[in-house]
């Protein structure tokens, strides 16, 4: 059986949150941990990143708080509008002074 070299790429499956695993609070949230949550979407923007490269930053809250998720190289992806509950899985970061999530992987829900 031949294993696959260092500089074999191969696709990987998107990553979708796992649902048997509960939801942090917001207002729990901590830099440099892995995180799931769930919120609304209160506002979205679209804006530069380092080096020119396009954002689009959401801000989503719960009743105990907020953050900003970011997924780099988009200006907008269907179903994300404000209003929308969301919820997101990834490292939370620490992104011009506030919270924050980067490319997570997400799932928009009901509501």
Not at 4 to 28: F, K, L, N, V, Y
Not at 97 to 105: E, R
Request: hydrophobic fraction near 35%; include cysteine; charge should be positive.
């Amino acid at each position: 059986m031949k294993l696959p070299s260092a500089t074999t790429t191969e696709p990987r499956a998107p990553r979708h949150p796992d649902t048997t695993s509960p939801c942090s609070a917001i207002g729990d949230v901590r830099w440099r941990q892995r995180v799931r949550v769930r919120g609304r979407v209160r506002a979205l923007r679209v804006q530069p990143w380092e080096g020119g490269v396009v954002t689009l930053e959401c801000t989503l809250v719960d009743e105990t708080g907020g953050l900003t998720v970011s997924f780099m190289g988009r200006r907008r992806i269907a179903g994300v509008r404000v209003g929308c509950h969301m919820e997101v899985e990834g490292m939370a970061i620490e992104h011009r002074g506030m919270l924050a999530i980067m490319n997570p992987a997400y799932t928009l829900l009901p509501g």
